[in-house]
């Protein structure tokens, strides 16, 4: 099966397609990433998205029933150098390329991802139009050319309909445990005890990853899952100790509907704690703007340095949009910055108890130097 990827500079890849026979624009973006191609594919961060990875073997281990994080695949495309013809993981219950065939994504192989992602990091992100159909490449640079990204809500997209109680019977949180000695068991569902769940918290779906109320729910919090579109008032009626903003896709400044409510929110006294799509909600909410990054930050080795206590944690991160530390105003702290760029990775409000991080503390994939970020959310409702 042909593919092609065309980008909107009128550039053409051609390549091997697999999975699904099928087309898709996206905004062309890459991922440094070794591991983790699943927790990728569905993080609803990367809704309206062509993928590409820049690690050459993709699809080696397949694809599982329980590292996912989302309730669907997101990815617009998958881009990759090599696909591997062997599934070779006691846990796979797929492989790669029929976990996207069964999900309606088209996939391309064997073209230059090096190539691709020293044009991205030159020229900046690019949309795109990937197809393993019979399409010329005139039309899929025409395609790639009228795709927008920029300004568009995928928010509305990516966030569950309805309020829902997450993981009320304690069955999907708990984290893996090694199986040792000779004994007989099913060693997917190894797991290691967990604290009762004591705290009330409201946390908003923008595109959350199920590992961050995976995360929520092994630190002690009784989790209430609200829809993007739900209001403050909404919010309140669970009477939450806490409140939990999400990551998400796209542009923070389309969400202005969210933002209005987020600044009620700031106004009640409640403890707050945002990540990523999060971070950048309360920036805005703060009266501070966002930006577009040149080629955003995708991958598990991203350096961010805590300014408070001098620690530099190596962090996961999947984002295309940034605060402006110059819009923000004088009672909100700048705590951790990135070491790469020195753009904005982390806010604290200097008389109110809410704080954020522009990365993933949840990894999944990544490093695990953050994870105590969700402690913190936790001692800080505590102190109150």
């Not at 990091?121 to 050319?145: C, M, P, Q, W, Y």
């Not at 760029?341 to 522009?358: W, Y």
Request: net charge neutral; hydrophobic share 40%.
């Amino acid at each position: 099966m042909k593919a092609i990827l065309a980008l909107e500079d009128g550039s053409v890849f051609h390549g091997e397609g697999f999975g699904a026979k099928a087309s898709a624009c996206g905004e062309v973006c890459f991922n440094t990433s070794m591991t983790g191609y699943q927790e990728i594919l569905t993080d609803p961060s990367y809704k309206g998205q062509i993928v590409t990875m820049t690690y050459p073997l993709i699809g080696n281990y397949g694809v599982n029933k329980q590292d996912v994080e989302s309730w669907r695949p997101h990815a617009a495309g998958f881009v990759i150098r090599e696909l591997s013809p062997v599934v070779s993981n006691w846990r796979a219950d797929w492989s790669l390329e029929k976990y996207l065939e069964d999900n309606g994504i088209p996939g391309i192989q064997d073209i230059d991802t090096r190539a691709l992602t020293k044009k991205l990091r030159v020229r900046g992100a690019l949309n795109g139009f990937i197809t393993t159909e019979n399409i010329s490449e005139a039309e899929a640079v025409k395609r790639a050319k009228e795709f927008v990204f920029v300004g568009v809500d995928y928010v509305k997209e990516v966030t569950h309909k309805e309020a829902f109680a997450w993981d009320a019977k304690d069955e999907q949180s708990a984290a893996f445990d090694l199986v040792r000695g000779n004994k007989v068991v099913d060693a997917r569902n190894v797991r290691k005890p967990m604290p009762a769940a004591d705290i009330p918290i409201v946390a908003f779906d923008y595109g959350m990853k199920y590992n961050i109320l995976r995360r929520l729910r092994q630190h002690g919090f009784k989790v209430q899952v609200l829809p993007a579109t739900a209001s403050a008032a909404e919010a309140l009626k669970y009477k939450p100790a806490g409140i939990f903003l999400s990551n998400g896709p796209g542009d923070p400044a389309a969400l202005d509907y969210i933002v209005r409510e987020v600044k009620t929110l700031l106004d009640t006294g409640i403890p707050m704690f945002g990540i990523c799509l999060g971070n950048q909600l309360l920036g805005q909410a703060f009266g501070g703007k966002t930006f577009k990054l040149k080629f955003g930050h995708r991958g598990g080795n991203q350096p961010v340095k805590d300014l408070e206590s001098g620690k530099v944690e190596i962090t996961s991160q999947n984002h295309g949009f940034a605060v402006d530390a110059q819009s923000l105003p004088g009672d909100v702290a700048v705590h951790r910055v990135n070491l790469n760029d020195g753009t904005v990775e982390g806010m604290r409000h200097k008389k109110k108890p809410v704080f954020s991080v522009q990365y993933h503390p949840e990894a999944s994939p990544g490093p695990h130097d953050s994870t105590p970020l969700f402690a913190e959310f936790r001692a800080l409702i505590e102190k109150r």
